[in-house]
């Protein structure tokens, strides 16, 4: 009987010990995940603080930009440089873009003086126009095309030919397989950096024979598409139906051409800064910032340029 208490006992103090331990490990596991979840609270929580303190951040650099930004230059940069200026502003209501186009030339002048904070041109710098701290900021990539008016049967022009042609030497259209037709020689003003690059390009400098020289891209577009057997060139982004667009080598003039080289007569956009764009002001360093961002880049190919990098 006694033996019998001993071993009843013995079994209900197991019984306690063993209820203690697994109380005990319950314990033990709600407080461990108890303290996990605090932890992934409180990471969620500063996860949440730094995105709202970066948004707070963008925000408040958006709200403290103010002033202006003036762009003069290229009338062939125009396309660029208005849609730039529109979502610039949208993107940053306290600065107003101001752009003028008159001229690569004209641009750059007017950087190099201090008229302007950036100036367009549509060609590469001059070493000379370097040498006055004028900096160049390539941003886009562009082609050259060569129109004619739509009448004109000739489809496609070797670079001999079109060197010809603004020489001087070749004069009528029957020469090159067209009609008996006297040519038409239309180029831009002097200063022009379509002009500029143009010339270069073919190695034409001062020795084009123009009959018509015109101030602006829209000039020679208008000009082309009413006159018969007229030629001239463009940015290639102004293209449209009221001219005929002349194949090169047999290459056209398109962005993919450009890009893969193939297509000859390219030329850089360029928005020119005096000194670099580590020592502008925040507005311009905040332009930049736009046009060589991702959204830039979108926004240079949808006027029909090629991102510069």
Same mark, same amino acid.
């Given at each position: 009987?006694?033996?019998?208490?001993?071993?009843?006992? $013995? +079994?209900a103090?197991? *019984?306690?010990? @063993?209820?203690? !331990?697994?109380a005990?490990?319950?314990?033990?596991? #709600?407080? =461990? %995940? $108890? +303290?996990?979840t605090? *932890?992934?609270? @409180?990471?969620? !929580?500063?996860?949440?603080?730094?995105?709202?303190? #970066?948004? =707070? %951040?963008? +925000?408040?650099?958006? *709200?403290?930009?103010?002033?202006?930004?003036?762009?003069?230059?290229?009338?062939?940069?125009?396309?660029?440089?208005? +849609?730039?200026?529109?979502v610039?502003?949208?993107?940053?209501?306290?600065?107003?873009v101001?752009?003028e186009?008159?001229?690569?030339?004209?641009?750059?002048?007017?950087?190099?003086?201090?008229?302007?904070?950036?100036?367009?041109?549509?060609?590469?710098?001059?070493?000379?126009?370097?040498?006055?701290?004028?900096?160049?900021?390539?941003?886009?990539?562009d082609?050259?095309a060569?129109?004619?008016?739509?009448?004109?049967?000739?489809?496609?022009?070797?670079?001999?030919?079109?060197?010809?042609?603004?020489?001087?030497?070749?004069?009528?259209?029957?020469?090159?397989?067209?009609?008996?037709?006297?040519?038409?020689?239309?180029g831009?003003?002097?200063?022009?950096?379509?002009?500029?690059?143009?010339?270069?390009?073919?190695?034409?400098?001062?020795?084009?024979?123009?009959?018509?020289?015109?101030?602006?891209?829209?000039?020679?577009?208008?000009?082309?598409?009413?006159?018969?057997?007229?030629?001239?060139?463009?940015?290639?982004?102004?293209?449209?139906?009221?001219?005929?667009?002349?194949?090169?080598?047999?290459?056209?003039?398109?962005?993919?051409?450009?890009?893969?080289?193939s297509?000859?007569?390219?030329?850089?956009?360029?928005?020119a800064?005096?000194?670099?764009?580590?020592?502008?002001?925040?507005?311009?360093?905040?332009?930049?910032?736009?046009?060589?961002?991702?959204?830039?880049?979108?926004?240079?190919?949808?006027?029909?340029?090629?991102?510069?990098n």
């Open positions: 009987m006694k033996k019998n208490l001993v071993k009843i006992l $013995a +079994a103090g197991m *019984a306690v010990l @063993t209820m203690g !331990a697994i005990g490990c319950s314990n033990s596991t #709600a407080e =461990t %995940t $108890a +303290a996990e605090k *932890a992934a609270e @409180t990471t969620a !929580a500063a996860s949440e603080t730094t995105t709202a303190a #970066a948004a =707070t %951040t963008t +925000a408040k650099a958006t *709200a403290d930009l103010k002033g202006s930004i003036s762009m003069v230059g290229s009338t062939s940069m125009e396309k660029l440089a208005t +849609a730039l200026s529109e610039f502003m949208e993107k940053y209501p306290g600065v107003t101001q752009a186009f008159v001229g690569s030339g004209a641009g750059i002048e007017a950087v190099t003086n201090g008229a302007a904070d950036i100036g367009n041109a549509s060609r590469n710098l001059k070493d000379e126009e370097k040498a006055k701290g004028v900096v160049e900021n390539i941003v886009a990539i082609g050259i060569v129109v004619t008016d739509p009448a004109n049967k000739v489809e496609n022009l070797t670079k001999d030919q079109l060197i010809a042609i603004y020489n001087g030497t070749t004069a009528n259209w029957k020469d090159l397989g067209g009609a008996d037709q006297p040519i038409v020689v239309i831009r003003e002097s200063g022009s950096g379509t002009r500029s690059a143009f010339e270069e390009l073919l190695k034409l400098e001062d020795a084009c024979k123009y009959s018509n020289e015109l101030d602006s891209t829209g000039a020679v577009m208008a000009k082309v598409a009413s006159t018969p057997g007229s030629i001239g060139y463009v940015s290639l982004d102004v293209l449209d139906k009221t001219v005929k667009t002349f194949k090169l080598e047999n290459v056209d003039p398109t962005p993919e051409n450009i890009k893969a080289g297509y000859f007569l390219s030329r850089p956009f360029v928005m800064t005096k000194g670099d764009i580590s020592k502008q002001n925040d507005n311009v360093k905040a332009l930049f910032d736009y046009i060589h961002s991702d959204e830039g880049k979108e926004l240079v190919k949808s006027v029909g340029l090629i991102p510069a």
